[in-house]
């Protein structure tokens, strides 16, 4: 049996189909291309505040998601003074330590 409590857990890997977002708490600590691995520092996400998500449906209108992103919706940023909408996230993951231990915070 696991875990009932409380999730405790502070960093989570948003990944799209390009793009892992690392978020610490509700702030974006790194994007790294999917392709090649590279960190993408001057990513527009970076140290922007996750401010929720977007779902869009079938016939085109969008569903607000305030709360913690989930698979199928579109991350949404607030970032220096421009709206970001990612693709479709695909998942939800956790990062494992030795990328955590490099974050940059």
Known sequence: MGY???DRRIHSVFVTRNTEYHVRRDRCVGVRDRRTGEWLR???AVNSR???AIRFTGDGSILPNMGR???GESLFFQAAG???VTSTILA???PPREVVTRYRL
Request: hydrophobic share 40%.
């Open 42 to 44: 001057a990513h527009l």
């Open 69 to 71: 992103p989930e698979v």
């Open 50 to 52: 996750v401010s929720g």
């Open 92 to 94: 939800v993951d956790r």
């Open 82 to 84: 421009r709206d970001l």
């Open 4 to 6: 009932a409590g409380k």
